[in-house]
């Protein structure tokens, strides 16, 4: 059932060629403009941005398309047909579902991260140990803002309306991080200093280890164990009060 549960997501989440561009243009529209300015300008300013603002920027948005786009719709579109009811009478469990559809979307992600980062290989230089790391820490991230996505189609009722939160919530968890990130920079600060106020954002800890893995930091703020532990517990924190919210009536 877990199988067929993966397959009939990904199999809908392609069905609309629309929609599948739309979630995947914002992600590769970076590496283009990364393409675009490597050849008009040279020297190594222009990789310190690809590897500081393109390549991560390009990163966070294919996982929110999948965490949150996507997924969220689909989703709030079966809360508003009943359809997840109707699923629970075949005897299917929440919990089968939640693991089912997390595989289908790990598995769409997985596959796009993989052309980006091949895509991406080309115009920087990234190592292969730094390509699985990268990888690897994506799906960690995936994780705790996987459960977010039945939080959102629980609270918001119909497709449109959840639609329309996600620009915010998108805004919010990208820029508080990148934003920061770049302006203590120029200031001459060191960002990690202030990293205390954004433990709460996944992002934080997406982009902080992408900053090493592309050799632009010596260090991350915390040890890349301590930064998994962080997002699991997260992501069962967060599962437990999607299943809360999305089952209820």
């Known amino acids: 059932m877990i199988k067929q549960i993966a397959r009939m997501y990904m199999i809908e989440s392609i069905r609309n060629p629309g929609m599948a561009i739309g979630n995947l243009l914002p992600a ?12 008009i300008v040279t020297g190594d300013a222009i990789d310190f941005m690809i590897k500081g603002q ?12 999948f965490a949150f786009s996507s ?11 009943k359809t997840f009811q109707w699923v629970q009478r075949t005897g299917v469990k929440p919990h089968t579902y939640y693991i089912g559809m997390g595989i289908g979307v790990f598995t769409l992600l997985n596959i796009f991260l993989v052309l980006l980062l091949i895509g991406y290989s080309f115009i920087i230089d990234i190592s292969l140990s730094s390509f699985f790391m990268i990888i690897l820490i994506s799906n960690f991230v995936l994780l705790a803002l996987y459960p977010l996505s039945f939080i959102l ?14 620009t915010p919530i ?33 992002m934080l800890y997406l982009n902080d280890s992408l ?24 992501s069962l924190v967060l599962a ?4 809360k919210v999305y089952t209820s009536k």
């Open 28 to 39: 590769f529209i970076f590496m283009i403009t990364s393409v675009i300015c490597k050849n």
């Open 54 to 65: 393109f390549l991560p920027i390009s990163i966070l948005m294919l996982i929110f398309s």
């Open 71 to 81: 997924a969220t719709i689909y989703l709030a579109d079966m809360k508003a047909h």
């Open 153 to 166: 189609a629980g609270l918001f009722k119909n497709e449109k309306l959840a639609q329309s939160m996600l």
């Open 170 to 202: 998108m805004i919010l968890f990208m820029f508080s991080v990148t934003m920061t990130t770049m302006f203590l920079t120029l200031a001459e600060k060191n960002p990690q200093d202030y990293f205390i106020f954004l433990i709460w954002n996944p």
């Open 211 to 234: 900053q090493m893995y592309l050799n632009l930091i010596n260090e991350t703020w915390l040890p890349q164990y301590q930064y998994c532990i962080i997002l699991a517990v997260i």
């Open 240 to 243: 437990a009060i999607a299943k």
